[in-house]
């Protein structure tokens, strides 16, 4: 390590050096109260100088940070209390020069009216061997979900970005990256650490990284990046979390908690990645590292509960294209994977992606002393091509017979325990698997102290309980005053709502007693950005609403939402949905993404539409409009359009769902009506994982299922079918032969 980048590691000392320094140079304090007072101090600044920000909310401020200060003494920016400066409004922050450092500042409430919410440059003056360290950017987005931003740019060389609390990117675009585009930005030495990545939640796109290093462009180039002591709260965005696409990084004892994707070693050579710790606990899409390229090393990584599958695997080695272009994927070669431990994890996946293309499995590889096991005994591997460029020795398989391509694993009789640090071990002697000395790095060292680790989603009937009458407009003002986590509890009666009711927080409408609900207006219930709503035990009809061609019950803002919101349907009974044509229930708009969309015992009868329409983002650019779609145990009678049109188009391969489940539920008479386009009952284009199991299918059309990425995984078991022709399933692109599994079902000609 160079004497500069030791001190940037350890540059929490600066300040107190840059003090003691500046009492021979006069150092000046500017304490500024607005922008002209600012811009009046950084044309003064000099080595030494601080500029605080007056405490409270600096609207529309495009803060440009400028100066040249001295090894030591630093020129600094920050807030004259920590965390009582706020950047609001279409605020950014712009550094250029040396020796610089920024803290305490607050940005929310706005977006940024460039591209970048805090870069290391002024156009094409760039930073060097400065810092920005506790600063928080929290919720700071542009509202057009897919307008395209980030919030972290790093150019320029020996920079630190620590201490910093980043949550709640929803709009498109990474993050955080370290740009690599001029040589003045390669061979940066950058240090990012102690950061905060707090919940990002799942775009429904490309576009959700959190931190991506370099660009395949300048991939073949070192950065010099190391990556270490962060907290990687539930960064979903996206199938990579971390995005190594440059040489020579590292990344080091990182924490990832709960977090869909990978760390992705998608570009460049000799990089390390070491002693980073994933915890899954059993969610969906979590995964570990997926390794690519030449020189890489992985060694003592601990991996716990991740239930990733294919390229989000909780360990990952790709196959690669022989002399492949620089965008491609480049084959594994003179790699050592040693040391890590893989706990009750789903899938080791090796040479992951082998095709006519990526042809070239890893080669003088070594995998040794890993440590596998699951106390369920499943079998982890997945073995996609010949792996004899791996020579696999010393791993230790607890719970699995050794697997059959290769020698090199030995099934041991492990008892395992949960150290003081957190993580799972076997008994002494058994030294494979991760270091007993690894130091977990905890949420609480991370990010900054003064700004609250919030939950990012308020649960369903976490707030209070508040009783609604049938009376005219009751249920209308009960809707405005009440507040996030509610839950309304309707009177028994009968009400007719006038006018629409807004969700703009998460609400529960909650049947006590009979309660039927008609209206008079195209909706129901709309769901406006920040809006989550759940519905129990109400009988809802049509009956009342305008006599004209596409009313919903439930609809989406017609504006971008760039929060994604939650819909549960349970114990409900629809009918008399058929006063016009295309009456749907659920009408999802553009721009708008459900996490999370249940339906659970309940009956749906005479509907002139669809029941959900999930298909508005028609430009296939791999956006969708929906996560997970989960029917359970629920009646479909006499519907004219299909049960869903559920639209995925596009064909690149970065998003997890969308998801489809469907169980022990019954179509009658679903898709039959003129205006079905599909002409199917069930439509999923595009759905990354369907499961369609023990539902009856009676008088209805069939499903139409199009593929139109490589394995999409799609199951349709033990079902019964009367007078309903068999489902169709198309592959759109792979040239692939069908690869549903249609199994044990009733009714179909064999
Ligand atoms: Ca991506």
């Not at 929290?138 to 790093?154: A, C, I, K, L, S």
């Not at 309980?465 to 507040?483: H, N, P, R």
């Amino acid at each position: 390590m160079t004497t500069l980048s030791r001190f940037y590691k350890y540059a929490a000392l600066a300040p107190m050096v840059a003090m003691v320094m500046s009492c021979s140079v006069s150092a000046e304090e500017y304490l500024v109260t607005d922008q002209a007072a600012y811009n009046e101090a950084v044309e003064k600044v000099r080595a030494g100088d601080v500029i605080k920000l007056a405490n409270g909310t600096w609207d529309n401020f495009e803060i440009l940070f400028q100066g040249k200060g001295k090894k030591d003494n630093l020129i600094r920016l920050t807030a004259e209390t920590k965390g009582e400066v706020i950047l609001s409004g279409q605020s950014n922050l712009r550094m250029a020069g040396e020796y610089l450092e920024v803290s305490g500042l607050v940005f929310k409430n706005g977006h940024t009216p460039t591209s970048e919410v805090i870069a290391f440059r002024n156009g094409k003056d760039l930073a060097n061997n400065s810092r920005i360290t506790e600063v928080v950017v929290d919720n700071y987005n542009n509202p057009e979900r897919y307008e395209t931003d980030f919030w972290v740019m790093m150019y320029g060389k020996n920079n630190r970005f620590d201490h910093n609390h980043l949550v709640g990117k929803r709009n498109k675009g990474v993050t955080m990256a370290v740009r690599m585009n001029t040589p003045d930005s390669q061979e940066n030495y950058h240090q990012i650490d102690h950061n905060y990545f707090g919940p990002r939640p799942i775009l429904g796109s490309n576009g959700g990284e959190t931190l991506r290093i370099g660009t395949s462009h300048h991939s073949r180039k070192n950065s010099f990046t190391t990556v270490e002591n962060n907290y990687f709260d539930r960064a979903d965005g996206e199938l990579e979390i971390i995005s190594s696409k440059s040489a020579g990084n590292k990344i080091l004892n990182n924490t990832f908690f709960e977090s869909r994707g990978t760390l992705t070693m998608r570009h460049g050579n000799d990089t390390l990645v070491e002693g980073n710790v994933f915890f899954g606990n059993d969610v969906d899409h979590t995964g570990g590292v997926r390794v690519i390229n030449a020189r890489q090393t992985v060694r003592g990584n601990y991996m716990e509960g991740l239930k990733g599958t294919r390229f989000g695997g909780a360990f990952v080695v790709m196959n690669g294209v022989p002399n492949g272009p620089i965008n491609r994927y480049d084959p594994v070669i003179d790699s050592l994977i040693e040391n890590n431990s893989l706990i009750n994890s789903d899938n080791l996946q090796l040479g992951a992606g082998s095709d006519e293309e990526r042809s070239a499995p890893p080669s003088n590889t070594v995998f040794e002393n890993n440590l596998i096991y699951n106390e369920d005994g499943r079998d982890v591997f997945t073995v996609y091509d010949d792996m004899s460029g791996i020579l696999f020795d010393g791993n230790v398989l607890g719970s699995m017979d050794p697997p059959e391509f290769t020698t090199g694993f030995v099934h041991e009789h492990l008892k395992m325990s949960r150290a003081e640090n957190g993580l799972m071990y076997p008994q002494a002697g058994i030294d494979a698997g991760a270091s007993r000395d690894l130091t977990v790095t905890a949420k609480d060292v991370t990010g900054v102290s003064w700004y609250p680790k919030t939950e990012p989603t308020i649960e369903f009937q976490s707030g209070k309980t508040i009783s609604v009458s049938s009376d005219e407009g009751a249920l209308f003002s009960a809707v405005q005053s009440a507040e996030a986590g509610d839950t309304l509890s309707l009177s028994a009666g009968d009400y007719v709502v006038g006018k629409f009711l807004k969700v703009d927080k998460p609400l529960t409408f909650k049947a006590n007693g009979n309660v039927n609900l008609s209206f008079e207006r195209s909706t129901l219930f709309e769901i406006l950005d920040g809006g989550s709503l759940q519905l129990m035990g109400l009988n809802i009809s049509g009956k009342d609403a305008p006599d004209y061609k596409g009313n919903s019950v439930i609809r989406t803002s017609p504006y971008a939402m760039l929060q994604n919101y939650r819909l549960e349907v349970i114990d409900c009974n629809f009918e008399d949905l058929d006063i016009n044509q295309s009456f749907n229930v659920v009408s999802a708009a553009k721009g708008t993404f459900a996490d999370n969309i249940l339906i659970k015992n309940s009956n749906f009868e005479t509907v002139s539409g669809a029941i959900l329409k999930l298909d508005t983002e028609t430009e296939d650019y791999g956006i969708y409009n929906a996560e997970y779609l989960t029917i359970e145990n629920s009646n479909f009678k006499d519907v004219e359009g299909a049960l869903v049109d559920y639209y995925r188009g596009g064909r690149d391969e970065s998003t997890f769902g969308p998801h489809f489940n469907m169980t022990d539920s019954k179509l009658t008479n679903v898709g039959n009506g003129p205006r079905n386009k599909s002409k199917a009952s069930v439509h999923l284009h595009g759905v990354q994982v369907t499961n369609i199991s023990e539902n009856t299918f009676e008088k209805s059309t069939p499903f139409l299922v199009t593929h139109t990425v490589s394995e999409p995984k799609t199951k349709i078991f033990k079902n019964k079918f009367v007078d309903t022709a068999a489902p169709r399933v198309v592959e759109l692109n792979s040239g692939l032969e069908p690869t549903a599994m249609i199994e044990d079902n009733e009714g179909l000609a064999p």
